[in-house]
């Protein structure tokens, strides 16, 4: 086949803006995170300062150590107060919902699962304080320094990927005829 000869411009197929999902200052920038420099998936380009999600962490933890006592002790009324239905002489099944203690154990329940899923919640954001890079990329630019306030959807910086390109080419319908590219 003839050759085909057309010019284009090469464009990295991810390009991301790097922004943190959590606030607070920002209390290290890596060396590597330079304008131009090669950075490896995962590698650490800056940290958010982490004390008030770690204190979250510590309180939401507390909450979840609260929530499974007081559900601990409904479990307990409630069975004391079925005990104490049947020992009056009457049959268990015409007590009420209410007097066997059933919503006050359902809000308990309920309690534990709104803290366990708080205390997730906290740990998570203890992570996002990290800011990894997503890809192999090249750092084509950085407003993330030591000491700026870090906000959430605020950019830190732009990479782009270094694993895959795009490149558009120009083509007549004569020399398109002539190429064959294979299906991705």
Do not use: C
């Amino acid at each position: 086949q003839p050759p085909v000869i057309s010019y284009g411009t090469v464009q990295s197929y991810f390009e991301t803006t790097l922004t943190p999902q959590v606030s607070g200052q920002i209390v290290e920038v890596a060396k590597g995170f330079r304008v131009g420099n090669l950075v490896k998936k995962d590698a650490v380009l800056a940290r958010i300062d982490d004390a008030d999600y770690v204190a979250a962490l510590a309180r939401e933890t507390s909450n979840l150590s609260t929530s499974k006592r007081m559900l601990a002790e409904e479990e307990i009324r409630a069975k004391q107060a079925a005990e104490d239905w049947v020992a009056s002489g009457r049959v268990l099944t015409t007590a009420s919902d209410f007097v066997l203690r059933k919503p006050q154990l359902e809000a308990a329940q309920a309690s534990i699962k709104s803290t366990e899923a708080a205390v997730k919640k906290a740990e998570v954001d203890i992570r996002r304080t990290v800011i990894r890079a997503p890809y192999d990329a090249v750092i084509l630019s950085r407003t993330a320094s030591r000491g700026n306030y870090a906000s959430q959807q605020q950019s830190l910086g732009n990479l782009v990927a270094t694993e895959r390109v795009e490149i558009r080419l120009p083509l007549t319908a004569d020399q398109s005829a002539r190429v064959n590219l294979p299906r991705l």
